[in-house]
């Protein structure tokens, strides 16, 4: 089954995507049609990446009976709206990350996409990757022991991203980082639940976080130790340690290395004629085949990206937020 797919928002993420699943799966997918606020946008979009249809308006694509799922790349603060617009429409969803604003947006969508049978996932990309897949093998093989520690510092210097650094347009480390520090340490641990979370920071001027750490501790000495920036860069490897040994992954949130004790596993990244604009945007493609098979299994939830995973880290971000003094307009918004 080719799967069918539009595009809400035309900037650089959707930008990055559409190369690479277009350069991945030149069959298997078609990109029918992207939105933007404006027409002009949209058609710019369109030209450039050989779209037949572009839309002023995201309307107009939840209206498309060509279109089976739809990427949602526009801000954080979009993202509810956006996603639910397209669910009421009959559309599957693939949203960016973070999937919403906070716990109790994310959990209205999942029960919207429950309610009419419909896949959504939040692009937590980095979970789709060969390297995850095989940390995951070992772990469970139970090759470096009992998993006691995960670690993981993220950070880059995005003080020039505007929408990183404001409050109206969802901003701050958390919420652009953060999330992949906590679904790190989240995959490690899996379903356990955190029995105790310590958290510190520093915000900006405009009063969003500019950086975050948190101690997370688990039953049966388990502990993970994670923290982002916005304003520096950090070493941004994932470390796992087990009684028996470590497993370390450079570039833990779009990985193509993998060392373990019994030496280095290298997964190149398919490759594309045209340039990207962020680090390893190739791997942005295994998501969307993930979402695929599931489509075609009858699921509507990615194996490796649940909605209960989802939930989980909505609630860590606002834990998180809550301790640093971060609160953002949606959080007292009734629905
Ligand atoms: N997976 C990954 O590696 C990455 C994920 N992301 C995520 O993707 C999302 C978009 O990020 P990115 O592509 O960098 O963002 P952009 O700045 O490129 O903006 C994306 C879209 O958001 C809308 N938008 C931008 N500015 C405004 C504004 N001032 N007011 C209203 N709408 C606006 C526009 O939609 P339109 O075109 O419809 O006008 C724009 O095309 C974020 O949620 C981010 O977290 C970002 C980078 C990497
Ligand atoms: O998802 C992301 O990953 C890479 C970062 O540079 C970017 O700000 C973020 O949105």
Known sequence: MVLRWGVAGAGRISHDFVIAVQSAYPKDHKFVAVAARSEDGATTFAKDHGIPKAYGGYEKLAMDPDVDIVYVGNLNTQHFSTCKMMLEQGKHVLCEKPFTMNEKQTRKLIELAKSRKLFIMEAVWSRCFPVYHEAKRIMDSGEIGDVLFAAVHFGHALQHVERLTSVQMGGGAILDLGVYMLQFQQYVFRNLKPLHVAVNGHLNRAGTDESCGAVITYPDGKMAVVS????????????????????????????????????????????????????????????????????????????????????????????????????????????
Request: glycine share 6%.
């Open 228 to 335: 982002t920036s916005a304003r520096v860069a950090l070493p941004n490897e994932g470390v796992i340690v087990g009684t028996k040994g470590t497993l370390k992954i450079p570039d833990f949130w779009c990985p193509t290395r993998l060392i373990t004790p019994n030496g280095v596993k290298e997964y190149p990244l398919p490759r594309s004629e045209k340039p990207y604009l962020h680090h390893n945007s190739a791997g942005l493609c295994y998501q969307a085949e993930e979402a695929r098979k599931s489509i075609l299994s009858g699921q509507i939830e990615c194996p490796h990206m649940t909605h209960a995973e989802t939930i989980e880290l909505a609630r860590l971000m606002d834990l998180l937020r809550k301790e640093m003094g971060v609160t953002f307009p949606e959080d007292s918004q009734e629905f």
